[in-house]
């Protein structure tokens, strides 16, 4: 009998993540060390305020050093690349994130660019991003992608010859996701759609493994999915619910309801990918304490 429908429950799995990153970090502290990860937040977008204000509250309890930079969304382009070298140079900041979007009137390659790369724990930097595809794992692979491999494995699927199909060629999550499942150890067959693709539901229909990513609201409907595929919904949207006290609700890119019966195992939205981003998030910054030695 082929399993249908079967959540993959990012809330455990996160937590299973976080509690070995607390293992690291009280190795760390007996060494003497405490990872620090610095978050700069600019502008005043409520969407990145939530998110912001979960990767510094795990920090703390982790037991790591969690800091956030808040500046007007006025901030020059030079003043936030001072705020970089700063921190570039801070013994005590391992991790750096910059929280996008930024303002229009930044340039937001320049500021990922003057990161260190070995304390660029989103992994946007060149270099980390060159180091994903070559399969240098001393680098950082960004964290949302990173997410979606560890549930995979997590949930023992089969992913050596299997047909991965990404929707989605975004550089945080559809170009290195296809980087990761096309790793030796991982061997998918990977197809990468976008907005121009010709008819979508012929490659999404092919696919053992689908991960959505386009930002889109349920836009993968069970007409799109092949029987017993594995379904990995990274979408996030909030769209209007007038049942709901605050008027919206979140959905993914996949409409689940008629997609569940169908997928084999399949992410909700929410409680799916989005609670691993942070969990990986504290991985890489008590990695790049680790590396960076100190
Ligand atoms: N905005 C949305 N997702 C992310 C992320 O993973 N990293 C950063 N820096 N900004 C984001």
Redesign the pocket.
Known sequence: MVERGALIDGAVLAAKVTAEVGNDVRALAARGMTPGLT?VLVGDDP??AV?VGSKERTCIELGMRGETIRRPASITQSELLDIVDRLNTDPAVHGI?????LPKHIDAEAVVRRIRPDKDV?G?HPVNVGKLWIGDTDGFA???PAGVLYMLRASHVRTSGAECVIVGRSN?VGKPMAGLMVQPGVDATVTICHSRTRDLAAHTSRADILIVAAGRARMITADMVKPGAVVIDVGMNRIPDATKKSGSRLVGDVDFDSVRPIASRITPVPGGVGRM?IAM?MANTARAAAQLGA
């Not at 994130?97 to 979007?101: D, G, K, R, T, Y």
């Open positions: 978050v969407a990145s998110y994130l910059v929280q996008m979007p989103d946007f960004p964290c949302t945080i981003t998030l």
